[in-house]
């Protein structure tokens, strides 16, 4: 159990003020993350690493020479948000190109693809490389869809280590997808973790069992099977591992045996007595092994045993130095802290700038009134029903869709009430609440409401002088396709879209028969209700709920749970002091 926390809503950011505290020579704070404490050598490639926390040590811990630029951190367990991805990437960035990585989460790939998008088009060259190590998340045929797990580890130092010799942006990404093919990974979890403030864990597994394939943000594994003595587990991990590499003659491998938090460094050398073992039978030369906890889930009891297959570039790559907060190699070598112009603490003002301001018209201001009632409204409603969104999401996902829904309602509200002070535009005030729900929630939730709040303010305007109820269907279907654009989803796939689909639909249809928008939306609302009822018994086919899909069946999706009732309370709010349509 997490146990020492003071606000568990604030877990993330007291744990990176203290980071930040005690390694204050080698890391300093940006917007979203942290980066070394020195600038970037003009000209080199940095490597910006990230996820969301709960991992140390990655992703804040592998920040230094011979390893990562920079890391975005995002809440625990959850995506940064594509501004904190963009703001470290901006901080890191030396002339050489950025390169930002994570593991193949659809929140961390969301996010961080908008954070390179935008880096480009302001002329900073940047590339994503995501990791698929986990063979347990997807078939062989489907490596483009499995997790990044402690893979992850890998894939980062041989980026960073070709950076630090001065490679290319083209040859550093190059590196990383070779390491990312050259890679897998197994795990088993003996027991779930437990986020700071709740009192039971994310999943539990039966007494005598383990769960075989976990993931690294909570996920239970994809079966279970007895807990087994230590040797035979080591040859189940060994055997999953080894099985899709391409090891050829003289083989060699980089390996880890890596703790998730709460089993303890004595009990991985008792399997990797075996495993070491167990590889030299097969003829296999082990090359520089770790064995500890290097890419954690909280206190998850359990580990997972990583193989990389070398070969004379990724074994110079995999053993050259590295000195970081969290991890060491080769300590006194010519990689130092000393080279590189000591960064400045002040925060570049432009990662930091507000939504600017638009002159409204008075049907505008009046829309932005009852978006931001419907807004506090639906605050109110999501801190109710929190905990119960988190469970729901924990039957096959990371348990964290609750927390993110109310740190994003949070975060929306308090951008949104200065512009109902002062009288803006309904189109300034989504934005502003968008923007603050992308980058203060992160994760796929954060990332789509805050695309969809965007899309509908600009679809609206702060010009308009008449705002009807065909425009209010407009804005709608304009935020339903940002979020099935930049979710790559479509109806069916159990998502929020199989609840704000049936929505708009219902909605476009009343309006365009003549009823007042209050009446449409109370009845689309119900519509909205039942569709996200009726994604109990779907199948998820994206996001991270897939590689457990049989477990979702007989639960709605927890994101067009929380929609649905976002829509019904938003209506409500909007419905208030209205008797017509004029």
Known sequence: MTRLYDDPAEFMEDMLAGFLDAHRDRVTGVPGGVVRSTQTAPGKVAVVVGGGSGHYPAFCGVVGPGFADGAVVGNIFTSPSAEDAYSVGRAASGGGGVVITSGNYAGDVMNFTQAQERLTAEGIEARVVFVTDDVASAPVSDVAKRRGIAGDFVVFKAMGAAAEEGCSLDEVVRIGIKANDRTRTLGVAFAGCTMPGADHPLFTVPVGKMGVGLGIHGEPGVSEDAIQPAADLARRLVDGAIAELE?????????????????????????????????????????????????????????????????????????????????RKAAGSAVGWAAGERRHESVDDALTGGEAHAVATA??????????????????????????????????????????????????????????????????????????????????????????????GDRLGDERDEIAGA???????????????????????????????????????????????PAAWAAAAVVAERAAKDTAPMTPRVGRARPLAERSIGTPDAGATSLALCLGVAGRALAVGVTDEA
Not at 278 to 301: H, K, N
Request: proline fraction near 3%; hydrophobic fraction near 45%; glycine fraction near 12%.
């Open 247 to 327: 090891l050829g003659e003289n083989p060699r491998v980089g390996a880890i045996l890596n703790g998730l938090g709460a089993t303890k460094y004595e009990e991985l050398f008792v399997v990797w007595k075996t495993v070491s073992a167990l590889l030299r039978e097969r003829g296999v030369t082990i090359v520089d092994p770790e064995v500890g906890e290097l890419v954690t889930s909280l206190d998850m009891a359990g580990c997972s045993l990583t193989l990389v297959a070398l070969d004379d570039e990724l074994e110079r790559l995999w053993r050259a130095p590295a000195d970081t907060p969290a991890y």
């Open 471 to 517: 425009d209010v269907v407009a804005a709608l279907r304009a935020g339903q396709d940002a979020i099935q654009r930049l979710g790559k989803c479509e109806l069916g796939d159990k998502t929020m879209l199989d609840a704000l689909g049936p929505f708009v639909t219902a909605l476009e249809r009343d309006v365009s028969a003549g009823r007042t928008l």
């Open 363 to 456: 049907a505008s201001v009046a829309c932005a009134a009852r978006a931001f009632r419907a807004l506090t409204e639906m605050q109110t409603a999501l801190v109710e029903v929190e905990d119960e969104l988190g469970r729901i999401d924990a039957i096959a996902g990371d348990g964290d869709h609750g927390r993110g829904m109310v740190k994003g309602i949070a975060a929306a509200v308090g951008a949104a009430r200065p512009c109902a002070d002062d009288g803006s535009g309904v189109a300034t005030l989504l934005r502003s609440a968008g923007r603050a729900w992308q980058t203060k929630a992160g994760g796929t939730s954060g990332a789509l409401w805050g695309a969809a709040l965007i899309a509908v």
